[in-house]
Nanobody
Framework: QVQLVESGGGLVQTGGSLRLSCAAS????????MAWYRQAPGKERELVAE???????NYAEHAEGRFTISRDNAKNTVYLQMNSLKPEDTGAYYC??????????????WGQGTQVTVSS
């Protein structure tokens, strides 16, 4: 079993910043990719940003230049620094990890989500 615990969401005004964290624990041999997704009410879940174990990053167009994804491999933790937030960034943010367990099998895991609300 792998558990993902997210934190850092909240209410912020337009132009403000938030930093999300997601810590993975449990039966982990290694963590490959880590990513953040978001889902606004009535919309499908979409990728925000992703990072490989080697630190290579990829951002959705809406996040490019405003958000920064990073990870601490020693802590099995991924972060999302969000700056210049806009009302359209409002939604539930989910952490996703691709974990290789000691058995050798690889699994995709999701966090429970943390709410981000940006007021205008």
């Amino acid at each position: 079993q792998v558990q993902l615990v997210e934190s850092g969401g909240g209410l912020v005004q337009t132009g403000g910043s938030l930093r999300l964290s997601c810590a993975a624990s449990g039966s982990i041999f290694s963590i490959n990719a880590m990513a953040w997704y978001r889902q606004a009410p009535g919309k499908e879940r979409e990728l925000v940003a992703e990072i490989t174990s080697g630190g290579r990053t990829n951002y959705a167009e809406h996040a490019e230049g405003r958000f920064t994804i990073s990870r601490d491999n020693a802590k099995n933790t991924v972060y999302l620094q969000m700056n210049s937030l806009k009302p359209e960034d409002t939604g539930a943010y989910y952490c996703q990890t691709v974990v290789q367990r000691p058995s050798g099998w690889t699994y995709v895991n999701w966090g429970q989500g943390t709410q981000v609300t940006v007021s205008s």
